[in-house]
Structure formats: C-alpha cells, structure tokens
C-alpha cells in the first residue's frame, strides 16, 4: 500500500500516465488572492479592548483586509490580504501604507509603533484546485492520494490541516473496513470517492467565497496541464 501525501507539487499523475493510466482532470477556483506577514513586538501597555483583530475583505470591491492575532512572547502575528489580484506589498513602507489603507484606522494605529521583528514575507499561490481522483477510470490498486496532492484551498481561509485530517480519517476508516476483505480490491476507488465527501464542505466554502469575487477564474473538470 503507497499513500501520496506530497502536497501540491505531487508527481501522482504523472505517474499514473508513465504506468498506462489515465492521470485525473482538475477543476480550479482562482480569486487571485494573496498575502503578507510579518511578526511584530506588541506595544507595551497597548490596550485597545481587544485580542485579536480582524479587517475582512468584502466582495464585490472592498479587496482589502487583514489579521493581527497574538502569540508567545508577547508578539503579534500580522498578516495583510488582498483578493482579485491586489496583492499586499512585501516592502516595508508598501506594507505600512497598505495597512493605512484598510476600512478601519485601528489597524494601522495598532502596528504602526510596534517593533517589527522580522520582514513581511508574502505568498500568491492560493488558487482552489482539485485532482478529480474520485471519477478516475481505472485504478492503480494499492495506491491512495490524499491531502494537498488532491484537495488545494486557498490559504486565506486556513482550512489545509483541517481537511487533511478528515482526509487522514476518512483513509483510517476506508482501511479499517478494507482489512476484513483480507486485499486490496477496490480500495483505491473506495478511499478517492470517501476523501472527495470528507472535504466536499470545505471545498465548497472556500470556492463559494471566493466566486464572490468579479475577477475569479474557474474551470471545471479539465485536462491537467503539465
């Protein structure tokens, strides 16, 4: 039994094609979102009546958003959002000035006296995209993929290790049940059609949200392109 669990650059179908299978097609939700964070010292004595703040962008025009969350240390944890391609600047007056830019003041007053500890880094590789293993033709058996290398969200909505763990679960419950038959029969289309409906309400959270947004690309169940 070989389970891929190699995230979003998993070589699976191109595998399967080198062994005469046919590799899964692929349907992709692209919002153009991305983001940028950066570790800051808390202020000392900041009191602004709250813990953790949160600026959400809002579809159809209101792009912009962002999240200040404490953690050890006395630091913050700050991260910057913007969807349909109005990406957060990773320089260090680009993302002050993004941050003035948001719906509310308190952001920007919030971070803007507090010690930066390290630099913002940023990240746009966020499209939704799902390998169809559940509708495959022909299985290779003995071979199950799971997490990122089927199921891709968009990191703004922090779902990832949530759905690899229904997946992880829904892999222990499919083999609980295989190792009564005694082989590995039918295992592979079993536990592809379980992990599509343990993730189905996270992969239609994260693509209804998204299709808000004017500028979001979709396809549907297409070939992959290689």
């Not at 507090?114 to 990240?123: F, S």
């Not at 290398?149 to 419950?173: E, H, P």
């Not at 209804?208 to 979001?216: G, N």
Request: net charge neutral; aromatic share 10%.
């Amino acid at each position: 039994l070989v389970v891929d669990a190699s995230g979003r650059t998993s070589q699976a179908p191109e595998w399967l094609s080198s062994l005469g299978f046919a590799p899964p097609r692929q349907s992709t939700v692209n919002a153009f979102a991305g983001y940028a964070s950066r570790i800051y010292r808390r202020p000392p004595g900041f009191d602004a009546g709250w813990k953790t703040l949160y600026v959400r962008p809002t579809p159809p025009e209101g792009s912009r958003g962002g999240l200040i969350i404490p953690i050890e240390g006395d630091r913050w944890h700050v991260t910057l959002v913007g969807m349909a391609g109005d990406y957060p600047p990773i320089d260090e007056a680009g993302f002050l000035e993004f941050a003035r830019s948001l719906p509310t003041p308190q952001f920007y007053e919030a971070i803007k006296g507090a010690e930066p500890l390290t630099k913002p880094n940023g990240y746009r590789s966020t499209q939704n995209r799902v390998n169809h293993y559940d509708k495959l033709p022909r299985y290779l058996e003995g071979f199950l993929v799971s997490g990122d290398a089927v199921y891709i969200l968009n990191t703004v909505y922090a779902q990832g290790i949530t759905a690899a763990l229904m997946g992880s679960q829904a892999q222990a419950d499919c083999l609980e049940k295989q190792r009564n038959q005694g082989n590995l029969i039918g295992l592979a289309a079993e536990f592809q059609a379980q992990l599509r409906q343990a993730v189905a309400s996270a992969w239609h959270m994260a693509t209804r949200e998204d299709r808000r947004w004017p500028a979001t690309e979709v396809t549907l169940d297409v070939a992959p392109v290689r």
